[in-house]
Nanobody, 127 residues
Framework: QVQLVESGGGLVQAGGSLRLSCAASGLTFSRYGMGWFRQAPGKEREFVASVNRSGGTTYYASSVKGRFTISRDNAKNAGYLDMNSLKPEDTAVYSC????????????????????WGQGTQVTVSS
């Protein structure tokens, strides 16, 4: 069974940090690029960051660039999103996703680039 499971969400004060993890199972993780998306109440799901299958190429939304870092450990079948200098507007449900890496590029910002999605983890940033 192909599955992505996120963890690490929670409540944090503005300016704080969190690390989200994404555990993959049932797929050859090293063949897949990975992305993080978020959805705030009443808003569309939006791209946050993505990384190619080797971890060597990353993309970030302008709203998080310089504050968030995406990474992965293929030996552990895991991906991560380190979030620093958190702001109340970062409050959302964060989901990881995986898509076959046939040449990872800016198209990785599109939801349609992904084949598998996790259920999401809530991140709440208080002011």
């Amino acid at each position: 069974q192909v599955q992505l499971v996120e963890s690490g969400g929670g409540l944090v004060q503005a300016g704080g940090s969190l690390r989200l993890s994404c555990a993959a199972s049932g797929l050859t993780f090293s063949r897949y690029g990975m992305g993080w998306f978020r959805q705030a109440p009443g808003k569309e799901r939006e791209f946050v960051a993505s990384v190619n299958r080797s971890g060597g190429t990353t993309y970030y939304a302008s709203s998080v660039k310089g504050r968030f870092t995406i990474s992965r450990d293929n030996a552990k079948n895991a991906g991560y999103l380190d979030m620093n200098s958190l702001k109340p507007e970062d409050t959302a449900v964060y989901s990881c996703a995986a898509g076959l890496d046939r040449g990872w590029g800016p198209i990785s910002q599109l939801k349609t680039s992904y084949d598998v999605w996790g259920q999401g983890t809530q991140v709440t940033v208080s002011s």
